[in-house]
């Protein structure tokens, strides 16, 4: 995938062996951890970061939900499930970056 935000390839360029130890574990844990299929796992991830207010990872999950499959209504789904939870203003913020996305 195509780096969505320019900080990031600054960041790679700048740091080429933490990036590759960082890169290193997000495989490790994303596809050896546990019998999630990968669908749900950026889906979950979604929820993650709209909950925790990082947009820049929000807007690299909704890419690799899509990419994985998701639908516009699964993410969506993932993203009213914050509601609840950590509130109104924080699916505003995150639905904002999804609408942004289109």
Same mark, same amino acid.
């Given at each position: 995938?195509?780096?969505?935000? /320019?900080?990031?390839?600054?960041? *790679?360029?700048?740091?080429? =062996?933490?990036?590759?130890? @960082?890169? #290193? !574990?997000?495989?490790? +844990?994303?596809?050896?951890?546990?019998?999630?299929?990968? /669908?749900?796992?950026?889906?979950? *991830?979604?929820?993650?970061? =709209?909950?925790?207010?990082? @947009?820049? #990872? !929000?807007?690299?999950? +909704?890419?690799?939900?899509?990419?994985?499959?998701?639908?516009?209504?699964?993410?969506?789904?993932?993203?009213?499930?914050?509601?609840?939870?950590?509130?109104?203003? #924080?699916?505003?913020?995150?639905?904002?970056?999804?609408?942004?996305?289109?």
């Amino acid at each position: 995938m195509k780096d969505l935000h /320019k900080i990031y390839a600054v960041f *790679k360029k700048d740091f080429p =062996g933490i990036n590759a130890a @960082h890169e #290193a !574990l997000g495989e490790k +844990i994303h596809k050896e951890s546990g019998p999630l299929p990968d /669908k749900l796992r950026w889906l979950i *991830k979604i929820a993650i970061s =709209g909950a925790s207010r990082h @947009h820049t #990872a !929000l807007e690299t999950h +909704i890419k690799k939900a899509r990419e994985a499959g998701a639908t516009d209504a699964e993410i969506k789904h993932a993203l009213l499930l914050l509601i609840q939870t950590v509130g109104f203003p #924080a699916f505003m913020e995150a639905y904002l970056v999804f609408k942004s996305l289109r």
